[in-house]
């Protein structure tokens, strides 16, 4: 659904775990994981890696 709607990145995140996953959506391959951040990682990924996420605020 979303990649036929033209959605590019999904982020996941899961708070138990304290994970953030973000997906990408590729030419002919569908969806792969870009990365996976954990804990008190500090983010900067695409689309919005003009700006820096701080995931310790999240779990907070």
Do not use: Q
């Amino acid at each position: 659904m979303y990649a036929r709607e033209g959605v590019r990145w999904v982020w996941l995140l899961d708070p138990d775990a304290r994970v953030l996953e973000i997906y990408s959506l590729t030419e002919g391959r569908g969806w792969r994981i870009s990365a996976i951040y954990r804990d008190n990682a500090l983010v900067r990924a695409e689309p919005f890696d003009a700006i820096e996420l701080d995931l310790a605020v999240l779990w907070t």
